[in-house]
Each structure stands twice: as C-alpha cells, then as structure tokens.
T-cell receptor, first 113, second 117 residues
Framework: GNSVTQMEGPVTLSEEAFLTINCTYT??????LFWYVQYPGEGLQLLLK?????DKGSNKGFEATYRKETTSFHLEKGSVQVSDSAVYLC????????????FGIGTKLQVIP | DAGVIQSPRHEVTEMGQEVTLRCKPI?????LFWYRQTMMRGLELLIY????????DSGMPEDRFSAKMPNASFSTLKIQPSEPRDSAVYFC???????????????FGDGTRLSIL
C-alpha cells in the first residue's frame, strides 16, 4: 500500500535559520503530493502541492520539489519565522481509485526568537 | 466563504456514553472524509463518502463507530458506547472530486477534541 515517511521531530530552529523537513513516499502510479500545515488547535491547511514529477510547489516562502527518482518531496524554507511554528504533514493522493490521501505522521517545528 | 464546520469543538464524557460529532462540508464539495488524529498513530482515515454514499469505511475501528451522511450538507460520526481509547481529535474534511483528478486538496475543519473519562 501507499505510505509517507517523514522525520518526526520536534525540530527546533532559531529565527532566520534554514529549514528542511524530509519526506519520502511509496506509491504505485503517479500520485499528487502535498504539504499541509497545522497550527495549534486548528485543522490542517494546504501549504503547497505538486502534481507531477519535477513540479515545484511554493507558498509563503516554502518550497518542495516532486522528485520521482528519489520518491521524495522535501519541504524547505530559506528563513523561518516564529510564526512558522506548527506541525507540518506530508501527504500523497493516489492517482487511481478514489484518490485516497495518505498522510505522514507530521513534524513539529518550533522556531525560537 | 465558510469552511468546513465541525461541532462540538470539545467534548468530555464518561465511558459508555454515546458521542455524536457533526460536520458541515463546504458547499459544492462532493467528497467528505472523517479522520482521527492521535500522537501515536497520527492522522487516520476512518470513512470516506462520495455524493453522500460511503465508499470506504475500512478505517472504522469497530462496530461501535458509525457514520452517516443524510444529505450533501451534513454528516455525523457516532461512537456508542464510547471508551477511553477513543480519546482523540476527530477531523472532518471535504473536497471536490471530478473524474480522475487527484490534485484537489482536502479542506479540513478545526476538529473535535474528544475526551472519554
């Protein structure tokens, strides 16, 4: 079956540091890939997505590139802010069936001033 | 535009009681999902509806859990009888599914934090 693996964290960074959160996946076919962000006490919000190999999703300074050869979709940001503190979840949507979404366990990011 | 609306936001009840969680999806969306989130297991899909019909309920833990979607604007998740191990945050999400398009994101509600004592 499909699976998504991401570092569990927590990840603690100082403000303006560079962020990388690794995500790798296992899937058949050609899934779409997503990063969601979850702030405390809230539901998940879509951060960015990529629908085919070599696509780069970007939003709010965050980027991730769909790498089919390494089955990865790592999340990066050049300079994090305190307001970026949240849980980040990598996910894939399978290309067949009803496009069931499989989520990673989530990585908690804490940015300190 | 209103997002996915869940109620209640918090529920605390004693073991053995019936619990009903409610969800109003985004208008126009034809797919609805119920998830459970815990620290140990992360986000787990419980059940998926498409056009008000349950398509995949393989994630429903046991017969104590049931879900309904009587119309396009309302769904319930019921636990009867509830047990302490059911304590978790339950999320409802909706999306619009069209043909073989797999790139439509799901829109989540703010969740119901359930505590079974």
């Amino acid at each position: 079956g499909n699976s998504v693996t991401q570092m569990e964290g927590p990840v603690t960074l100082s403000e303006e540091a560079f962020l990388t959160i690794n995500c790798t996946y296992t899937a058949t076919g050609y899934p779409s890939l997503f990063w969601y962000v979850q702030y405390p006490g809230e539901g998940l919000q879509l951060l960015l997505k990529a629908t085919k190999a070599d696509d780069k999703g970007s939003n709010k300074g965050f980027e991730a590139t769909y790498r089919k050869e390494t089955t990865s979709f790592h999340l990066e940001k050049g300079s994090v802010q305190v307001s970026d503190s949240a849980v980040y979840l990598c996910a894939l949507s399978e290309s067949g069936g009803y496009q069931k979404v499989t989520f990673g366990i989530g990585t908690k990011l804490q940015v300190i001033p | 535009d209103a997002g996915v609306i869940q109620s209640p936001r918090h529920e605390v009840t004693e073991m053995g009681q019936e619990v009903t969680l409610r969800c109003k999806p985004i208008s126009g969306h034809n797919s609805l999902f119920w998830y459970r989130q815990t620290m140990m297991r992360g986000l787990e899909l419980l059940i998926y509806f498409n056009n008000n019909v349950p398509i995949d309920d393989s994630g429903m833990p046991e017969d104590r859990f049931s879900a309904k979607m009587p119309n396009a604007s309302f769904s319930t998740l019921k636990i009867q009888p509830s047990e302490p191990r059911d304590s978790a945050v339950y999320f409802c999400a909706s999306s619009f599914r069209q043909g073989g398009n797999s790139n439509q994101p799901q829109h989540f509600g703010d969740g119901t934090r359930l505590s079974i004592l």
